[in-house]
């Protein structure tokens, strides 16, 4: 099963805390690793759950709130140092291109890899696609001009049936097209049923991160049915009022989205500092969406089971 991975490096809200670090995660897509957000202390975490600066192809940042940006300096010039190589895609908005190209210009003027900038806007958009995966970027409600990320793995390949290749002494050249579906065709022109040679592939899996927001029909429509939504929960019930006066969400509004928009598994997070104990957060999102956890630094998830 090919590796689709969440790591969460940072689950706070705008204040570091001895608990929490801002918002930063890495989904680790076929060992290629796609930060979603970076706030200060993502390249601790990064050493810290052993994860390689070297397989980072890509950097998602949701809005220039420092919470969720201000680790990207300090990041790049670490990946500098280390001679990271290759090409590194950072998604932002012209604004976050404008700012941190010229922190770049500044501090990092001899870069061994190349930064290339994707500008992106609030409107839904295929940000990012390869053969694995496709990328797409949502409105959030937000104080600023904000995204949430959709991840959707594309189609896999079909397995190989070892002892059915070998019976029809299937030439290794043939194998990527039976991979792909194709039947296969005898020397002697027999079509062996590509079924006979292969089992279904995969599932896809699908991902999607919603931070910060206000509760959203929007948001709804743009996570439908996916296996695993990641929603920020700043506060709990109790303080609605205020947290959708700073257009952010409850606990129970995360939960809310996730029930009606299918979803298979919530994690919560994005918690504010004034609470040491998550856990009445977990409640009250468990009592509208069963199927939720909490978010922490150093939790790893495998999206490819529920």
């Given amino acids: 099963m090919t590796r689709f991975e969440l790591n969460i490096l940072g689950c706070g809200s705008a204040t570091s805390t001895l608990r929490h670090l801002p918002s930063c995660q890495v989904l680790n897509v076929r060992d290629h690793l796609m930060m979603i957000d970076c706030g200060e202390g993502a390249q601790l975490e990064m050493r810290r759950q052993r994860l390689k600066f070297s397989r980072l192809t890509h950097i998602f940042l949701s809005h220039l709130h420092g919470d969720h940006c201000f680790g990207l300096p300090g990041l790049l010039s670490t990946l ?43 409107r839904t958009a295929i940000v990012h696609e390869d053969n694995a ?13 904000a995204v949430g990320f959709r991840f959707d793995e594309k189609p896999k390949l079909r397995h190989i049936k070892p002892e059915a290749v070998q019976r029809w002494q299937v030439p290794h050249h043939a194998m990527n097209s039976l991979r792909q579906g ?10 062996v049923p590509n079924a006979e040679l292969t089992l279904p592939p995969d599932p896809c899996r699908s991902y999607a991160y919603a931070s910060d927001t206000m509760p959203s029909r929007r948001v709804v429509h743009a996570v439908e049915g996916v296996d695993w939504l990641y929603h920020e929960a700043t506060y709990a019930q109790d303080c609605a009022r205020q947290a959708h006066a700073r257009y952010h969400s409850t606990a129970r509004d995360a939960a809310t989205v996730a029930r009606d928009a299918g979803v298979g598994q919530l994690i919560i997070g994005h918690f504010s500092n004034r609470y040491d104990d998550e856990t009445p ?26």
């Avoid at 995966?133 to 001009?145: E, G, N, Y």
């Avoid at 957060?281 to 529920?306: C, I, K, M, S, W």
């Fill in 281 to 306: 957060l977990l409640r009250e999102a468990q009592e509208v969406f069963p199927a939720t956890r909490l978010a922490a630094e150093g939790l790893v998830v495998d999206l490819n089971h529920d």
């Fill in 80 to 122: 500098a140092l280390l001679g990271k190589s290759g090409t590194l895609t950072i998604h932002t908005f012209a604004d976050g291109k404008e700012q941190f190209g010229r922190m770049l210009d500044y501090f990092c003027r001899e870069m061994p890899f190349t930064v290339e900038w994707d500008v992106i806007g609030t």
């Fill in 182 to 191: 194709s039947d296969y065709i005898t020397p002697d022109g027999h079509t």
């Fill in 133 to 145: 995966i496709k990328v797409t970027a949502f409105p959030l409600r937000h104080r600023v001009p």
